[in-house]
């Protein structure tokens, strides 16, 4: 809500201009044209578990990702044509040196706002979670190796250490009682 509209801009433009400027210079080298002469590519996507599950004060990041798989979704039924594939991976919190990084625990927009205890208690959950169960660079590489590699990959891929609490239970749950849940976890609801 408080996310200035540069930002936002910014966050599409990186996660969702910038990836397909990126394919659409590719696709010729991937075979979308009328009698290529070698067999077609695959495209794979990262997009993010939040591309399907939504996190408080990250909406302009949630919505690059959301935008991501609709795009991405539309773009494998396209290049059908070609005999191109699509693939979504959506990987949860990734240990990397970003977590370490002052941006990771600063308030910056939200420092003096109604909302600062909550994104403090928010940071500190989220980054506390990722430093300790996060998933290896490795573990990820290897995953995105084994899905490039396979005969027949499905359209799109969740890996997210702790599966049922990080993908299963918030993608069953109503919606109005996942805003209950998280609001409470993070102190936006009182009650």
């Given at each position: 809500m408080l996310q200035p509209l540069d930002d936002i801009r910014h966050?599409?433009?990186?996660?969702?201009?910038?990836?397909?400027?990126?394919?659409?210079?590719?696709?010729?080298?991937?075979?979308?044209?009328?009698?290529?002469?070698?067999?077609?590519?695959?495209?794979?996507?990262?997009?993010?578990?939040?591309?399907?599950?939504?996190?408080?004060?990250v909406g302009a990041y949630v919505g690059s990702k959301h935008a991501l798989e609709g795009m991405s979704h539309s773009l494998r039924r396209e290049l059908q044509l070609y005999g191109i594939d699509v693939i979504l991976v959506g990987p949860g919190p990734v240990k990397t040196a970003i977590w370490d990084k002052p941006s990771a625990t600063e308030l910056g927009i939200f420092a003096g706002s109604d909302y600062a205890p909550m994104m403090l208690s928010f940071q500190k959950f989220f980054v506390e979670s990722a430093k300790?169960?996060?998933?290896?660079?490795?573990?990820?590489?290897?995953?995105?190796?084994?899905?490039?590699?396979?005969?027949k990959p499905k359209t799109r891929y969740t890996v997210v250490p702790k599966r049922f609490s990080g993908w299963v239970l918030p993608r069953i749950l109503p919606d109005r009682m996942m805003d209950r849940l998280i609001g409470k976890a993070v102190g936006l609801l009182k009650n």
């Open positions: 966050q599409f433009e990186v996660n969702v201009i910038g990836l397909f400027a990126v394919t659409q210079a590719f696709l010729p080298l991937l075979g979308a044209r009328q009698n290529a002469t070698h067999p077609p590519g695959r495209i794979i996507n990262v997009s993010s578990v939040g591309g399907k599950i939504a996190a408080p004060f300790k169960d996060g998933l290896s660079a490795e573990t990820l590489g290897r995953r995105l190796v084994e899905i490039f590699e396979a005969k």
